[in-house]
């Protein structure tokens, strides 16, 4: 079982200063931002503040707790501007920026380290108390800072931001074309992910749009879906696990079984549209930590979304922000009723990939198999979110190749998490907790009880999934049982 615990060693170059800088597992964005801030001796530099990383080809690095490590020989140039929410034009501005927790954060830490250096010195008690006395202002303007700040949310500004860097970005994606052999096994459940490049996936994605008729049908312009898909990419963060190649499986499982239950033909394109753009930004700008950690750690999202579904609901912001963006609007040419269906059909498949609402929906479509009508609206919504939700945990039905390298994946995000929440002082899943997870232990009981029935369930109105899908997933089964079996002897 692989996981990462060395620290990441960045070097930046800050004017003509250079700045070594290690980043530890578990480590926040805002950590980051907090960290580079400081290094640019701009401590008060405020959320909306600009910081910009550069490689010394000028390529811009993407500021994130997963930024690749580098060498003093190539250092990244770090640039800060401040973007105080004071100024009427949201530049300049200064040392009026708000104080955020992350400051206090950090000059907790700093303040710390300095402590402990002048822990022999005479002057300790006193300096201490300077602490304690610069920590309770700082507290205190944070709280009038933060009711000042109340109407605002990160969630759109956030995807706008990523929006603006798109142009230099596409304009140096690749053609492709694909062999008639790859895209008949693109629409394969066995599909193997692991062989493709980003760019790549994103293409193939923009392939599955053709193929399914889904341009012409709705007068889509090629270049509009291209940006689209690659803003998409930009928006998934580099998480071990809900990261941008999970966002191609997904939508490619999605994409297999349409054509293995040959439902192209029985849907309607504007349902495949939905299913489709549902797979895509189903899980878009996912921080790592599961809605659990939202809400106990109480973060934005979770008070943005009073604690409902905190990161389906912010998929789907995203997503929608992305879409509003003309450039990326592949949906510019919908009739307002269309637009209207598609949005609250992506909505629902969405927010449906929370597992919390898993026996809800499990027994609505139970109910309705009985007598599935292809020509019933309600019907085909229910089909469509099972479907997404079957995408969503379909890693084991596929071969154990393919399958293997995806549960690594999944449990080095849950241990990055749990080693946060107990860090935290936050409740701990147990089937999070390095401690007490082994491989077979988190697959049997999820293959068993989430995945099998689930997949069942949609084969009583898709019984093709019997043929490839179904077969592969008992096979996961068995393997794990054996395994576990061997290893605890029960
Ligand atoms: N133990 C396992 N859990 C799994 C596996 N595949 C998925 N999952 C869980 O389901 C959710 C899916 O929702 P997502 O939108 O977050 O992707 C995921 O977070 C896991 O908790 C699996 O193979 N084994
Ligand atoms: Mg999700
Ligand atoms: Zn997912």
Redesign the pocket.
């Known amino acids: 079982m692989t996981t990462t615990v060395a620290p990441n060693r960045i070097h930046i170059k800050v004017g003509d200063k250079c700045e070594v800088l290690d980043l530890y597992p578990g480590c926040t964005h805002e950590d980051v931002r907090a960290i580079l801030c400081s290094a640019a001796d701009m401590v008060d530099a405020d959320k909306d503040s600009l910081i910009k990383l550069t490689k010394p080809d000028g390529t811009i690095v993407p500021v994130s707790p997963f930024l690749p490590g580098n060498t003093d020989k190539e250092p990244y140039t770090l640039q800060v501007q401040y973007r105080s929410r004071g100024s009427p034009n949201g530049a300049g501005g200064g040392g009026g920026g708000a104080a955020s927790p992350t400051k206090i954060g950090y000059l907790e830490a700093k303040l710390n380290d300095i402590s402990k250096a002048l822990e022999p010195l005479r002057e300790m008690q006193s300096f201490r108390e300077q602490i304690v006395s610069f920590q309770k202002r700082l507290e205190s303007a944070e709280k009038q800072i933060s009711m000042a700040n109340l109407p605002e949310t990160k969630v759109i500004p956030k995807a706008i931001k990523r929006i603006s860097k798109i142009d230099p970005i596409f304009a140096h994606q690749p053609k492709y074309v694909f062999t008639d052999e790859t895209v008949a096994y693109l629409k394969q459940p066995s599909f193997n992910n692991w062989q493709w490049e980003e760019n790549e996936m994103t293409a193939l994605m923009e392939h599955m749009f053709t193929e399914l008729g889904l341009v012409d049908k709705f007068k889509m312009e090629l270049p509009t879906l291209k940006r689209f898909l690659c803003v998409v990419k930009d928006n998934y963060n580099h998480n071990p696990f809900?990261n941008f190649r999970?966002c191609f499986c997904v939508t490619q499982m999605f994409y297999g079984m349409l054509h293995e239950a040959d439902l192209v033909s029985k849907l309607e394109p504007i349902d495949l549209l939905v299913g489709l753009i549902s797979c895509i930004i189903?899980?878009i700008d996912h921080p790592g930590f599961?809605n659990a950690y939202q809400v106990n750690a109480k973060t934005e999202l979770a008070i943005i979304y009073n604690d409902q579904s905190p990161l389906e609901n912010h998929h789907c912001a995203v997503g929608f922000t992305i879409l509003r963006n003309n450039d990326c609007n592949i949906f510019k040419n919908l009739s307002d009723k269309d637009y209207e269906h598609v949005r609250k059909g992506i909505i629902r498949c969405v927010l449906s990939?929370d597992?919390t609402k898993h026996g809800e929906i499990m027994t609505k479509f139970k109910a309705v198999s009985e007598n599935f009508n292809f020509a019933d609206v309600e019907h085909k919504a229910q089909l469509l979110v099972m479907m997404v939700k079957c995408a969503?945990?379909s890693?084991?039905a596929r071969p154990a190749d393919v399958a293997e390298p995806?549960?690594d994946c999944?449990l080095e995000e849950y241990f990055a998490q749990s080693d946060r929440e107990k860090a935290e002082g936050l409740p701990v899943a147990p089937?999070m907790d390095r401690d007490k997870v082994t491989k077979p232990g988190?697959?049997v009981g999820?293959i068993q009880f989430v995945m099998i029935p689930l997949f069942e369930n949609l084969a009583r109105v898709l019984p093709q999934l019997e043929g490839n899908v179904l077969p592969q997933i008992r096979k996961s089964l068995a393997y794990y049982q054996d395994l576990q079996q061997k290893m605890t002897g029960k």
Do not use: S
């Open positions: 809900h999970h189903h899980d599961n990939t597992l969503d945990i890693n084991e995806w549960l999944l089937f988190a697959q999820f």
